[in-house]
């Protein structure tokens, strides 16, 4: 039973913009503040952005503040993540779920490469 289902990647040049989308289902989506996370080749994964259950909060990590916004859809229960000024840094497989622990099963992620 395929619960998270992430969007959007793809390969875009340094200074693009791409926008990611997540579809959860119910049992995740409702009432749970939110999160994308990103892993690089040969890194840890690392929580990008969360968002709470009504959008009241946004949280960034430092490397992405002013170019991410992490935004949701609570009737389509989906969350998006647009990623603006795009570096080479950026370059990672995006994933979504709860924002913490614990996790439901992840998603296959989806690619994002930044590159010229």
């Known amino acids: 039973q395929v619960q998270l289902v992430e969007s959007g990647g793809g390969l875009v040049q340094p200074g693009g913009s791409l926008r990611l989308s997540c579809a959860a289902s119910?049992?995740?989506?409702?009432?749970?503040?939110m999160g994308w996370f990103r892993q690089a080749p040969g890194k840890e994964r690392e929580l990008v952005a969360t968002?709470?259950?009504?959008?009241?909060?946004?949280n960034y990590v430092d490397s992405v503040k002013g170019r991410f916004t992490i935004s949701r859809d609570n009737v389509k229960m989906t969350v998006y993540l647009q990623m603006n000024s795009l570096k080479p840094e950026d370059t990672a497989v995006y994933y979504c779920n709860k924002n913490a622990a614990p996790f439901a099963s992840w998603g296959q992620g989806t690619q994002v490469t930044v590159s010229s």
């Open positions: 119910r049992s995740i989506f409702m009432f749970n503040a």
């Open positions: 968002i709470s259950s009504g959008s009241t909060t946004k």
